[in-house]
């Protein structure tokens, strides 16, 4: 019994560093991420039989420092290819065995990410505590990174609940920390948040300059989901100035990109922004049928947008 264990764990061990290796190729600049999505594809099976196998044995001594970090080794492929629910349960088992074996940064880390979960299943009270307690470990660690990407995330839920002005504030000690410790990454994801943020409350002006600053540092770092995720805010920003012809133009290279990096959630958000665009020109018939495959795709990724886009495609229903 023990060398099969041992030949499951190496399995699991192995597939772990596959997972990381995935996910770094991912956030590399140039093609990268493209090397990284292929590798995670062609071995998923794989990974998530070593997950499952980590799990069932979280509670043995060997495997619980595994079964805390193993869900960390990958995030931000776990975030584009795995639906909320299937996500969130990895996390939760991963935090479980993170507290078992007293892993405080690695909890804290877990702990941001269950928040984008429940977030993403439109449970903001939820979130605003996941995101909380992860605030609280970080200070207490001086993770300064984790605290930035902690007020950011906060900052969404009370743009969630129409609080823009407290949504900005949160914005700002996000953006400020993320410079202050050159987190380039994560001054570009504040940058953009700030201008949703002044865009929702009429401000486009402010909004315009902060989406281009964006634009500019996630293309100098050649972060793709990060180009993709601004060029759409450019588009939003079109259609509220009335401008569909530049929100198409937008949300174009939006979906192009979107699709090429198998980002699901950003590919159902521009198809819905598309139906926005020509909702705008007049033309109800391909607005319902872009923002009809937008639901179709949100509803697959679990992501509450898609109830926001029923609403849009029957408020396009009742205007015909």
Not at 16 to 42: E, K, M, P, Q
Not at 72 to 81: A, E, F, K, Q, V
């Amino acid at each position: 019994m023990s060398s099969l264990f041992e030949a499951c764990q190496r399995h699991a061990e192995y597939f772990a560093t596959v997972l990381r290796t995935a996910n770094t190729n991912y956030l590399a600049s140039g093609d990268g991420w493209l090397d990284g999505l292929a590798l995670f594809d062609r071995e998923r099976s794989n990974i998530e039989a070593a997950w499952r196998w980590v799990c069932a044995n979280a509670a043995d001594p060997r495997a619980t420092s595994l079964c805390a970090e193993f869900p960390n080794h990958g995030p931000y492929i776990l975030s584009m290819r795995l639906p909320a629910r299937a996500w969130q349960s990895w996390i939760k088992s991963a935090i479980q065995a993170a507290r078992q074996c007293g892993a405080r940064k690695i909890e804290a880390s877990h702990l941001g990410n269950l928040g984008v979960t429940h977030r993403r299943l439109g449970n903001i009270d939820a979130a605003i505590a996941a995101f909380e307690a992860q605030t609280a470990i970080a200070r207490e660690l001086g993770l300064q990174q984790l605290e930035a990407t902690a007020a950011g995330n906060i900052g969404l839920c009370h743009a969630d609940r129409q609080d823009f002005r407290q949504a900005i504030a949160a914005q700002e000690i996000n953006l400020r920390i993320s410079r202050e410790i050159q987190f380039r990454r994560g001054e570009a994801i504040a940058l953009g948040n700030l201008g949703n943020a002044h865009a929702d409350l009429r401000e486009t002006e402010r909004a315009s300059q902060y989406y281009h600053e964006q634009l500019l540092i996630v293309r100098s770092i050649g972060d793709r989901q990060g180009e993709a995720n601004a060029l759409g805010n450019l588009g939003l920003l079109a259609i509220d100035l009335g401008d569909h012809v530049r929100a198409v133009e937008f949300f174009e290279q939006q979906l192009s990109m979107c699709r090429e990096i198998g980002d699901r959630i950003g590919e159902g958000n521009a198809l819905f922004s598309f139906g926005k665009a020509y909702h705008l020109a007049g033309d109800l018939a391909r607005a319902a049928e872009c923002t009809e495959q937008g639901i179709a795709i949100l509803d697959e990724t679990g992501h509450p947008f898609a109830n926001e886009a029923r609403a849009f495609l029957s408020k396009l229903g009742s205007a015909t």
